[in-house]
């Protein structure tokens, strides 16, 4: 080492999501946020969200720019789910607490699930255009964000599922409300089993608009730049391009998509899921007799996932039905604290990411052990109704 070299500068983390603006034929801007995290395959982190938020609401107000692309960088992935690592150490730290029976008492996790949710919600709200391009891997926090985009791409690499079950938890982000919302029983299959999703699988079950080839993303990119924009119509200018783009993906004889495991399992799903009572429904699907690769890794998930978490699951669907969703958001919320609270979600995170030794010791161990007391246990709100974190909402 030469001891009269100057001290290397510190290198500055990047940052986890990069904002920029293109500008149109007309002077109109589009805002696009590239999420930026590779290695975690962009997994949502409290740092992430509150980059997203202020930036969305700025071009939410600035009357010049017309839409925004929400994307990422990469192959793999546009958002693998949430950033557990924080939450895990959180969770651990609470639960060696002497307040930990009082799910407020966990800071960190009540800042990252109130954040986490503002952010969805915004999304869902947004006053212009957002178009989200699904590409690759998206799961659990990452439906989160590209649910409420008014414009959703998937591609034939999309890979979309809630995967909650196995790590203890359920499928949050609004994924309640959307899951409901499935045709049919399709939305508690997807709780139970993170079941994965491909292309024409999301475009039926609602959670996207437009199956487009990725390859077609640059096209579709310099087609926006050339719109009208601000003349009263941007949603429809941003349809007729998707539409244009899924046209010419669906002609491409390089490209295909892989037919809906959903649609086509779709009378099974229902003669399963629409019996009277969750050990049923669950006894079921780990009965069927099948050699289709789809459904034998849905019911390895479903066997080996968390008991507790297929009874949240399920009763939340039940209960969210003819709620708003900002209703839906602020009952998540407390049920998330709730999960962070008790012994599941910890243990499913340590079993499958941190020690990764894949053998959670799920309590309770199975359905039967699970009192309806219990489960009505992790709706217990301890905020009055104009103090709860997320009373705002819809406001």
Request: glycine fraction near 8%.
């Amino acid at each position: 080492m030469n001891p009269s070299a100057a001290p290397a500068t510190p290198v500055a983390p990047a940052a986890p999501v990069v904002f920029e603006e293109l500008t149109a034929a007309n002077g109109r801007r589009i805002g696009v946020a590239t999420l930026a995290s590779e290695k975690t395959l962009h997994a949502i982190s409290l740092e992430m969200v509150n980059l997203l938020t202020p930036q969305l609401r700025q071009w939410q107000a600035d009357p010049d720019v017309a839409m925004v692309i929400l994307q990422a960088q990469g192959e793999k992935a546009f958002c693998a789910g949430g950033d557990l690592q924080h939450l895990y150490r959180a969770m651990r730290e609470h639960h060696a607490a002497p307040d930990r029976d009082d799910i407020r008492g966990n800071r960190y996790a009540a800042e990252f699930f109130e954040h986490e949710y503002r952010l969805d919600y915004l999304i869902h709200s947004f006053a212009k255009p957002i178009l989200c391009w699904g590409h690759g891997i998206v799961m659990g926090g990452g439906i989160g964000l590209m649910a409420g985009c008014s414009h959703r791409v998937v591609t034939e690499k999309s890979r979309l599922a809630m995967p909650e079950i196995t790590i203890g938890l359920y499928p949050d982000v609004g994924g309640s409300w959307f899951l409901a919302r499935m045709p049919g029983k399709t939305g508690v299959f997807l709780a139970l089993t993170g079941a994965n999703l491909n292309a024409n699988d999301a475009l039926f079950a609602g959670l996207a608009d437009y199956r487009v080839a990725h390859a077609s993303k640059a096209a579709v990119i310099d087609a926006l730049l050339s719109q009208d924009w601000g003349q009263g119509r941007d949603a429809e200018l941003l349809d007729r391009v998707l539409a244009a783009a899924q046209e010419t993906s669906a002609h491409d004889g390089a490209t295909s998509f892989a037919p809906s495991n959903l649609l086509g399992h779709f009378d099974q799903i229902e003669a399963l899921c629409r019996k009277p009572s969750l050990p049923e429904i669950v006894e079921g699907i780990l009965a069927l007799q099948t050699e289709d690769p789809w459904l034998l890794k849905a019911i390895a998930t479903l066997r080996a996932g968390s008991p507790g978490s297929a009874w949240l699951g399920y009763a939340l669907q039940k209960r969210v039905r003819h709620l708003s969703l900002a209703q839906v958001f602020r009952l998540e919320f407390v049920v998330s604290l709730h999960c962070a609270a008790r012994p599941d979600f910890v243990e499913g995170i340590r079993a499958l990411i941190i020690e990764k030794d894949q053998k959670p010791q799920w309590r309770p161990a199975s359905l039967a052990e699970a009192t309806p007391q219990w489960v009505e246990g992790f709706f217990a709100d301890p905020w009055p109704a104009r103090e709860h974190p997320l009373a705002d909402l819809g406001a």
